[in-house]
């Protein structure tokens, strides 16, 4: 069994940044991939950014790139997710995700374990 813990939203204006934090327990992480996901209200989970635990590998949605930045440290068991450039389109409750398997996947039903989500809201 795995548990995620995010800290690290609140409440910025538009242009600033924030940066997220997952810290996991439970398992050993070498062969996981770990993400983020977003979900505004009204509207479905979406993938936001992801990295192999194994080897760092990153990805994003289109929506994030180039303004989020997805890092790991392996020694804490922790991920982050910094995000600059920050769009009021960007509010939404960020949900930290664990799969067992090394590569990412956009879907949701494809990822094991959640965390409790954290708010971050972006004012115009």
């Known amino acids: 069994q795995v548990q995620l813990v995010e800290s690290g939203g609140g409440l910025v204006q538009a242009g600033g940044s924030l940066r997220l934090s997952c810290a996991a327990s439970?398992?050993?992480?070498?062969?996981?991939?770990m993400g983020w996901f977003r979900q505004a209200p009204g509207k479905e989970r979406d993938f936001a950014a992801a990295?192999?635990?194994?080897?760092?590998?990153?990805y994003y949605a289109d929506s994030v790139k180039g303004r989020f930045t997805i890092s790991r440290d392996s020694a804490k068991n922790t991920a982050y997710l910094q995000m600059n450039s920050l769009k009021p389109e960007d509010t939404a409750v960020y949900y930290c995700?664990?799969?067992?398997?090394?590569?990412?996947?956009?879907?949701?039903?494809?990822?094991?374990?959640w965390g409790q989500g954290t708010q971050v809201t972006v004012s115009s």
């Open positions: 995700a664990a799969r067992g398997a090394w590569s990412y996947s956009p879907y949701v039903r494809e990822w094991d374990y």
């Open positions: 439970g398992r050993t992480f070498s062969s996981y991939a």
């Open positions: 990295i192999s635990w194994i080897d760092g590998t990153t």
